[in-house]
């Protein structure tokens, strides 16, 4: 059967920059600094004319004059920011001081300016505008798809590797199976429990987390298993676990592999029967609850040294599932990165800063051995230190600014390939493309025309594509 020519693609819709000023004389200067083949000038001479336009135009910035005569000063900032909340306005003042910069910000603006307007700060200032709008809107689109496509919100990815455990998740949330999270530290282990649980019959109940690893022996057992007053010194009265606590709901046991082998015996009677005793008590407690572990642990290992119990690992092992490191996801990282920039920012109440490529390339080729969590802790570093303007090399921290570094230890420092900021930017393209079409053709269960239909390209080149990604249909059937 013939396919019908593709229909071409329709042009990319221009930003719309609007501009709100009376000042007439400052006409050329708009022009001159922000109109281009990608790029539309809208300005009004009046507030009233631009707040009417704000509305239908919903332009993807707004630059300001403080002295509209209609609306002076920051009330038409006020004006702006009541109707379209979350579009970057640049403000310009008659004479710009560090007073007027801090009360500007403070009410909304995302960048501040004085006249004479200069074409050269002004076209700098607004494409640095344009683009936390278009971050913006990306992390919002990415956010979207996740959760529409596969109903994560809090784990972004587009790691094919992340979404077969997105694919593992809604298999086992339904059932009260038991899951054992594998993973390194960092790589959000806890996420994926909430998960499980948000999406089971237990979610109206509660989810109750602990961490294994911090407590001693005897601290262990009265937590997991409460106690009775008298049962320990200190013990003043009776004591609810977290067992009792979670009973009808969700038990997420973190670095379940840091227990003793007495507190494995017990977990494995409590996971077998699901009843316990409390510390110091006689009365039997029965509980229903759905048992989440997770370990950064290798249990095979621990098995083998006898620091872990066989039977309490084929106990646990029911459904496991394994999280990659951020090292293996580097298609992740830019998006990520973005992520929680924007989430500092505000969380601070700052604007977040721009990462030039030079520093995306040394995040791109740093081996996270922190992972996801070391990552979040820089971007709110990084957004309290550089807020509003371009995050550099030089802002980097010692353990990532070193650039081309072999990595002498495999868990961390550079992956030193000799790829340069382009290679490294195109390596993350093909893994990002393959991420793609891996989630078309799981749709589309292989079927290529479908598949090409969805994807807006012709069935040969997705053929040719797809054996330079090293894709099968025949995989997807």
Request: charged fraction near 25%.
């Amino acid at each position: 059967m013939a396919l019908s020519p593709r229909q071409a693609p329709p042009p990319r819709p221009r930003e719309q920059v609007l501009v709100i000023d009376a000042n007439a004389a400052e006409g050329r200067v708009y022009d001159l600094a922000l109109d281009s083949a990608d790029r539309q000038v809208t300005i009004c001479a009046s507030a009233q004319a631009g707040l009417t336009v704000l509305g239908d135009l919903r332009p993807d910035v707004v630059v300001a004059g403080l002295d509209t005569p209609d609306l002076p000063g920051l009330r038409l900032l006020e004006a702006i920011r009541h109707r379209a909340p979350t579009t970057p306005v640049v403000l310009v003042a008659g004479a710009a001081t560090a007073e007027g910069a801090v009360l500007a910000m403070r009410a909304g603006a995302t960048d501040y300016l004085g006249r004479p307007l200069s074409p050269g700060l002004l076209s700098e200032k607004v494409v640095r505008a344009l683009t936390h709008a278009r971050t913006r809107r990306q992390l919002a689109e990415a956010q979207r798809e996740a959760g529409d496509k596969w109903g994560f919100t809090q784990l972004l990815s587009l790691s094919p590797r992340m979404i077969k455990v997105f694919d593992a998740i809604r298999s086992v949330a339904g059932t009260d199976a038991t899951v054992l999270i594998r993973g390194e530290t960092g790589t959000g282990k806890e996420l994926v429990a909430r998960a499980i649980h948000d999406r089971s019959r237990r979610r109206a109940r509660n989810l109750i987390s602990v961490n294994c690893g911090a407590f001693t022996e005897s601290l262990l057992e009265s937590e997991l298993f409460g106690h009775e007053k008298g049962g320990f010194t200190g013990a003043v009265g009776r004591r609810a676990g977290v067992f009792e606590m979670a009973d009808g709901g969700s038990l997420f046991l973190d670095e379940l592999g840091e227990t003793s082998l007495n507190v494995q015996v017990n977990l494995l009677r409590v996971l077998e029967e699901m009843r316990f005793r409390r510390v110091g008590g006689t009365e039997e407690v029965s509980v229903d609850v759905r048992i989440i572990a997770a370990t950064n642990v290798d249990l095979e290992n621990a098995v083998t040294d006898r620091r872990f119990r066989e039977d309490l690992f084929y106990r646990l092992n029911v459904f496991p599932i394994t999280l990659p490191p951020l090292r293996e996801r580097p298609e992740d990282i830019p998006i990520l990165t973005r992520h929680f920039l924007m989430d500092a920012a505000k969380e601070y109440d700052l604007e977040p800063p721009t990462c030039t490529p030079e520093a995306m390339d040394v995040i791109l080729r740093y081996r996270w051995p922190g992972n996801v969590r070391q990552l979040r802790a820089l971007c709110e570093r990084w957004v309290i230190q550089c807020a509003g303007r371009d995050l550099g090399v030089e802002d980097l921290p010692g353990e990532l600014s070193v650039r081309g570094r072999p990595s002498a230890d495999p868990a961390g420092g550079f992956i030193d390939d000799g790829a340069s900021l382009p290679q490294t930017i195109d390596r993350v393209v093909l893994q990002v493309e393959r991420a793609y079409l891996d989630k078309l053709l799981t749709r589309n269960r292989g079927h290529l025309i479908q598949t090409a239909a969805a994807a807006g390209i012709t069935r040969r080149t997705l053929f040719t594509r797809m054996k330079a990604l090293g894709l099968d249909a025949a995989d997807y059937k």
